[in-house]
T-cell receptor, first 113, second 111 residues
Framework: GAGVSQSPSNKVTEKGKDVELRCDPI?????LYWYRQSLGQGLEFLIY????????KSGLPSDRFSAERTGGSVSTLTIQRTQQEDSAVYLC???????????FGQGTRLTVV | SQQGEEDPQALSIQEGENATMNCSYK?????LQWYRQNSGRGLVHLIL?????REKHSGRLRVTLDTSKKSSSLLITASRAADTASYFC???????????FGQGTELSVKP
């Protein structure tokens, strides 16, 4: 695609529900990153993929968070049993390889009520 | 943070003045990047400087890198109100594939 696409752009969910956030990277980009950004804060690293594998999952805050990437393309970040502290903007980025510039999507604003 | 800090956290200047932001990092790197974020959504890549480079220019942007001090600076010359945004440095942690961002500098340019 022309750019990194994230959906939905906004999501309001009730505490305890599961949510799935989707990231469609730029075609051909092998590296894909997920970040979380709370209001007025920096970017918190969650996970990155090289192809379909995730060499580093150390940033996932708890076992309620999981992510997968299939076909070296689309990635899904799943949050189970959402809590209010999960409310944030979730940003996805992709790059043509590790060690190059990353291109960001517009993010998904998640609000847990 | 895991990879480094930025300062200042916030900077307010008048249009036409220069703005300087600093970034420090902790591990070895292959390159260091600067990004800009408007309105808390997607980030836009500004410039990348490689570890064997000391200075790089792009339009009104000037980036320096001092690998001995593990620090970088971003200079925006002749600032404009449209430069108002948050600016982040980023580097690959321990030369691996994990791209880590600093906490950012919030720049406000007053007309």
């Amino acid at each position: 695609g022309a750019g990194v696409s994230q959906s939905p752009s906004n999501k309001v969910t009730e505490k305890g529900k599961d949510v799935e956030l989707r990231c469609d990277p730029i075609s051909g980009h092998t590296a894909l990153y997920w970040y979380r950004q709370s209001l007025g804060q920096g970017l918190e690293f969650l996970i990155y993929f090289q192809g379909n594998s995730a060499p580093d999952k150390s940033g996932l805050p708890s076992d309620r968070f999981s992510a997968e990437r299939t076909g070296g393309s689309v990635s899904t970040l799943t949050i189970q049993r959402t809590q209010q502290e999960d409310s944030a903007v979730y940003l996805c980025a992709s790059s043509s390889d590790r060690d190059t510039e990353a291109f960001f999507g517009q993010g998904t604003r998640l609000t847990v009520v | 943070s895991q990879q480094g800090e930025e300062d200042p956290q916030a900077l307010s200047i008048q249009e036409g003045e220069n703005a300087t932001m600093n970034c420090s990092y902790k591990t070895s790197i292959n390159n260091l990047q600067w990004y800009r974020q408007n309105s808390g959504r997607g980030l836009v890549h500004l410039i990348l400087i490689r570890s064997n480079e000391r200075e790089k220019h792009s339009g009104r942007l000037r980036v320096t890198l001092d690998t001995s001090k593990k620090s970088s600076s971003l200079l925006i010359t002749a600032s404009r109100a449209a430069d108002t945004a948050s600016y982040f440095c980023a580097s690959f942690y321990n030369q691996g594939g994990k791209l880590i961002f600093g906490q950012g500098t919030e720049l406000s340019v007053k007309p």
